[in-house]
Nanobody, 125 residues
């Protein structure tokens, strides 16, 4: 069974930075696409970023393009989300996810099979 544990969330001021980590166990993440999603209070969960199995391909939501960077360190079985220039509207619970099968990047939640419990990010104005 794949387990994903997110960390790195917290309270930050507008314009600040955070780096989220997602540590996987039960299976290597090498060769599998990974994604970050977020859910703000009262809203549906939305796509944030995805990275392909090799790390060569990435994609981002328009709202975070240029501010967030997804990366992976397969040797540590960990995926990261570097978040810069944070805005109050980035406040949400952030979840990482991985696919049971699949190398290619995906934006849809339905493409992901394993999910972490989430880490909360609060950006104060």
């Amino acid at each position: 069974q794949v387990q994903l544990v997110e960390s790195g969330g917290g309270l930050v001021q507008t314009g600040g930075s955070l780096r989220l980590s997602c540590a996987a166990s039960g299976r290597t993440i090498s060769g599998y696409a990974m994604g970050w999603f977020r859910q703000a209070p009262g809203k549906e969960r939305e796509f944030v970023a995805t990275i392909g199995g090799s790390g060569a391909s990435t994609d981002y939501a328009d709202s975070v393009q240029g501010r967030f960077t997804i990366s992976r360190e397969n040797a540590k079985n960990t995926v990261y989300l570097q978040m810069n220039s944070l805005k109050p509207e980035d406040s949400a619970v952030y979840y990482c996810a991985t696919r049971k099968l699949g190398w290619n990047i995906r934006k849809g939640e339905e493409s992901y099979d394993y999910w972490g419990q989430g880490t909360r990010v609060v950006v104060s104005s």
